[in-house]
């Protein structure tokens, strides 16, 4: 698999069923609206696009983001490469 640079939640899409938040408990949380949201260096939550060396824990590994996007119901979780392409879904 290519290596994930890029992390985004589509905010649309997420229904709030933390999937992602137990596969990923350090990269996923719930925000008060009860969508997922980024957690970043320096204790910073963001809803926004994420690059993966922006991320708290920057060395969560490429199959743990893999497997938490999958576990995703409803695929708000979009993950992309180095080339901007994307893996998933
Ligand atoms: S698993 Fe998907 S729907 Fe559930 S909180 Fe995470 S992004 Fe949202």
Redesign the pocket.
Known sequence: MAKIKKIV??RN?????????LTADTV?E?DAE???IIKLKGGVKSADPAEKTALEDEAVSDDTLLT?AQ???????FLYDEDGKQVYP
Not at 13 to 21: D, K, T
Not at 71 to 77: L, V
């Open positions: 939640v589509d899409l997420c229904i709030g069923a933390a999937s992602c938040v996923f719930l009860n969508k997922a938490a576990s995703c119901p409803t695929r708000a979780i």
